[in-house]
């Protein structure tokens, strides 16, 4: 089936390190988004990506950078770390020529930075 | 900032009753959606109401869309247990150079058996 995987699906690690979270999709949907998710705030908008060549801030993306290598494939990076960034985050997808702003999300990766 | 708002935070309802989930928002909108997440999963699209719609049903689901109010009511007639999830709305807003969706915080839905 067409999918949106995110890897990993959990992650620990400590203050002050890099890491990158990666989304594939095999939908073949021109948009990508990063969302995180703290309890009791819903998912806010962190970068978003409507082709290859395209990145876009969102709501909250100090602190995180994103790359587009591809059209299927959106990562996140966080330079640095840090513990207030400990949350769910989500990859989403989205098909401005057919289902237009419908999202199709990934089943998220939990992030614990120490 | 959050474009949605929903009430109640939290819902808890037996088996075959209906649930009633409401989202209020802000700024003029070219659609609302609401979203399912079950504990720890991706969200799920349910539905879609475009700003020129009152009203739209898809299944067990109905949705109703008030303009004038900013306001949005999600109805799930004869819940299941399989119903409990927590519910979002997500707003598509007119303004801004692209059209984005803003989530709300959801209303956590408990379908007691």
């Known amino acids: 089936d067409a999918d949106v995987t995110q890897t990993p699906r959990n992650r620990i690690t400590k203050t002050g390190k890099r890491i990158m979270l990666e989304c594939s999709q095999t939908k073949g949907h021109d948009r990508m988004y990063w969302y995180r998710q703290d309890p009791g705030l819903g998912l806010r908008l962190i970068y978003y990506?409507?082709?290859?060549?395209?990145?876009n801030k969102g709501e909250i993306s100090d602190g995180y950078s994103v790359s587009r290598q591809a059209q299927a494939k959106f990562s996140l990076s966080l330079e640095s770390a840090i513990p207030n960034q400990t949350a769910l985050y989500f990859c989403?997808?989205?098909?401005?020529?057919?289902?237009?702003?419908?999202?199709?999300f990934g089943s998220g990766t939990q992030l614990s930075v120490l | 900032s959050q474009q949605g708002e929903e009430d109640p935070q939290a819902l808890s309802i037996q088996e075959g009753e209906n649930a009633t989930m409401n989202c209020s928002y802000k700024?003029?909108?070219?659609?609302l959606q609401w979203y399912r997440q079950n504990s720890g999963r991706g969200l799920v699209h349910l539905i879609l109401i475009r700003s020129n719609e009152r009203e739209k049903h898809s299944g067990r689901l109905r949705v109703t869309l008030d303009t004038s109010k900013k306001s949005s009511s999600l109805l799930i007639t004869a819940s299941r247990a399989a119903d409990t999830a927590s519910y979002f709305c997500?707003?598509?807003?007119?303004?801004?150079?692209?059209?984005?969706?803003?989530f709300g915080s959801g209303t956590q839905l408990t379908v007691l058996p």
């Open positions: 989403a997808t989205s098909d401005s020529s057919g289902t237009g702003e419908k999202l199709f």
């Open positions: 997500a707003t598509v807003s007119l303004s801004g150079s692209a059209r984005q969706l803003t």
């Open positions: 700024t003029s909108i070219n659609n």
């Open positions: 990506s409507f082709d290859v060549k395209d990145i």
